[in-house]
């Protein structure tokens, strides 16, 4: 966990879906700090933090403008994507899982120690918020622009979410490589997903068809949860395990195709982060 100075990050029990979640100014202030160190340990990146971070007045209108310009292309015009992107991120909703992905992110992964740190570099985290904005044009039926920030999303981060799929907030998605989820798909608050894992179907019949994943899990690199099947709540997914049935909350699932081999050692895989397991 990073530690804070001057204005301690704190969570408010009443408003938080994650133990992580945080006010997005509070978390906000912490990340200039952050830049302002920065900048003085490494002064040849002092344009570099100005201009994705100590120019902006706030997160939402910082993280507009450093997507643009990563997403950006001849289809996709950067000054077109950043207005996108200010528009969802004005929304308090989306702007508040913004916070909450990046306290997640520093919270679980221990190689991140600071707030600004997903901010800038994680494309886990800069895929997921991303698609926040791809599912607003989505929940809008500007359907064929969602695809296309889609589209873009996946060539610039090779993650691949479909812009109608449900995902909450307090997320991690851990290096985030090869991380692919299907149209109906369902991800609740407080998951964490590491990479080459596949949220997909079974075939090519359309309606709900893909899983839907309940809060606390951990899914394992390489996992393949396949199908309209629930992963309970608090369970966990090794890793390059082929999921094809439902796994009751709290359960460990392993193999190919998986089966329960033993109960989690906490009530959220996903904040505790061990992909270690006993047998029954």
């Known amino acids: ?34 830049a302002k160190a920065a900048t003085t340990a490494e002064p040849v990146l ?4 100005r201009a994705t971070i100590l120019d902006h007045d706030s997160l939402g209108e ?11 292309s001849d289809e996709a015009p950067a000054a077109m994507l950043r207005s996108i992107m200010q528009r969802a991120f004005s929304t308090p909703e989306i702007i508040n899982a913004v916070a909450s992905d990046i306290a997640a992110t520093v919270d679980r992964d ?9 901010f ?26 969602a695809l296309l920030l889609q589209y873009r999303i996946s060539l610039t981060f090779a993650v691949d979410i479909h812009p109608a799929a449900c995902i909450g907030s307090g997320l991690l998605l851990d290096h985030a490589t090869g991380l692919v989820i299907g149209e109906t798909a369902v991800v609740d608050d407080c998951v964490s997903i590491m990479q080459s ?34 992963i309970g709540e608090g369970a966990m997914v090794a890793a390059s395990s082929v999921v094809l049935k439902s796994v ?33």
């Open 1 to 34: 966990m990073a530690v804070m100075n001057q204005t301690a990050i704190s969570t408010t029990a009443s408003e938080s879906k994650c133990p992580e979640s945080i006010a997005p100014q509070t978390l906000w202030q912490q990340i200039i700090r952050e």
């Open 46 to 49: 002092a344009d570099f933090f």
């Open 62 to 72: 910082a993280l507009s403008h450093h997507l643009a310009n990563k997403l950006g």
């Open 110 to 118: 221990s190689a991140c120690n600071q707030y600004l740190t997903p």
């Open 120 to 145: 800038l570099y994680f494309k886990g985290f800069l895929a997921l918020q991303a698609y926040r904005a791809a599912h607003q044009l989505w929940l809008e039926q500007r359907k064929s622009l």
């Open 197 to 230: 894992v596949t949220l997909g179907g079974t075939g090519k019949a359309s309606g709900d068809r893909h899983p839907k994943i309940r809060k606390g899990v951990l899914i394992g690199p390489g996992a393949k949860i396949l199908g309209n099947i629930e």
């Open 248 to 280: 009751p909350a709290h359960a460990v699932v392993a193999g190919v195709p998986a089966s329960v081999v033993g109960d989690a050692r906490s009530e959220e895989p996903s904040q505790a982060m061990d992909h270690y397991f006993n047998c029954d």
